[in-house]
């Protein structure tokens, strides 16, 4: 019997085996061709379930086996020590670091947030994440699309809610961190996208996207044909939440004359007068991605008033969250109308 039990671990690591190496041959001739086939990501699937229920146990036994984290936290599934687990133990603890989501190279992450520091990459990628899940329609099988994910700060929370058959997408324009999300993220299915629509991606076939620090970056006219491709591939009675500069972040940046987002004095004048005047302002700003199309890139400032006006037909404005993102960025949800 012992030897049986032992085989079937044999084969299902032998397995496993198999599928890393599939999905890197997959990987490197897909990549190109900004799209995943359903046998890839089935093969991703499995690897994921394989770390995921890992990761899983070992975070309990992390638990059972400190007793300063027992003293810390209520118990193996409060929401404190899993927070926990995903956004500190996951950098220094071995057996989570090994099962866990591997982190992004700095240059990456660089490109995310401008800066290299983990521990705030993990813990504002967990706040961004804990408010979107809230936003999520209360059903399983649910197909979700990451709107510029980069190199997968919000999403890579999504890792333990796999159980719920949630499938993520994600799209970005910058290559090195599509090329990251293939490579270390098999639960995530990504997808490198162009500057400008169409997304490679079926009529009416996603549940919920949402974007963080996209819609915020984006000119008017770029922001209108964007939200209008998003409402194409959204499935009717679908949800988009979608972050942007509002009145929170115009204001703060009016107080500090622009100097936190390196705006240069020349649009300031500019900013304020469109804001108010035109409900939408805009104004270059560097990137550190070669794959940014430059032109259409800066910081934006939306007035809420703009939306009412200028949003699809069959989008309906379910709610605003004002400050949702670190108390920074506000939130709008949207619902697609129809049958």
Not at 81 to 89: E, F, I, N, R
Not at 187 to 211: E, W
Not at 243 to 272: C, M, Q
Request: include cysteine; proline fraction near 3%.
């Amino acid at each position: 019997m012992k030897n049986f039990v032992k085989m079937l671990k044999s084969t299902y690591l032998t397995k496993h085996k198999l599928f890393v190496f599939l999905n890197i041959i997959l990987c490197v001739f897909e990549l190109r061709n900004k799209k995943i086939s359903a046998f890839h990501t089935y093969i991703r699937r499995e690897i994921s379930n394989f770390y995921l229920k890992h990761y899983l146990a070992r975070s309990y036994n992390l638990f059972i086996r400190e007793e300063n984290l027992q003293s810390k936290f209520k118990s193996a599934e409060s929401h404190d020590y899993l927070k926990y687990v995903d956004t500190d133990s996951v950098m220094h603890v071995g057996e989570i670091m090994e099962s866990g989501v591997k982190l992004p190279h700095w240059k990456d992450m660089v490109t995310v947030q401008g800066s290299t520091d983990y521990r705030t990459f993990l813990q504002v990628g967990r706040s961004c994440f804990e408010t979107i899940y809230e936003l999520l329609p209360k059903k399983d099988n649910l197909i979700i699309l990451d709107f510029g994910i980069g190199c997968g700060r919000t999403s890579r929370h999504f890792y333990r809610h796999l159980k719920n058959n949630i499938e993520v997408y994600g799209c970005d324009v910058d290559y090195s961190c599509i090329n990251y999300l293939q490579n270390e993220v098999p639960f995530i299915n990504p997808m490198v996208s162009n500057n400008q629509p169409p997304l490679g991606y079926p009529a009416v076939y996603f549940d919920f996207i949402f974007s963080i620090s996209v819609f915020s970056h984006l000119n008017e006219k770029m922001f209108i044909e964007w939200l209008n491709e998003l409402t194409r591939i959204t499935k009717n009675n679908g949800t988009l939440a979608l972050s942007y500069h509002g009145e929170i972040a115009f204001d703060k940046s009016v107080k500090d004359k622009f100097k936190s987002l390196e705006i240069n004095e020349k649009f300031h004048s500019k900013i304020k007068k469109d804001f108010i005047k035109n409900l939408y302002s805009w104004a270059p700003q560097g990137t550190s991605s070669k794959d940014i199309d430059k032109n259409q890139y800066g910081v934006s400032f939306i007035n809420e008033n703009f939306f009412k006006k200028n949003i699809p037909q069959n989008l309906s404005i379910e709610s605003i969250i004002p400050g949702a993102i670190n108390g920074w960025q506000d939130i709008i949800v949207l619902k697609k109308i129809g049958k």
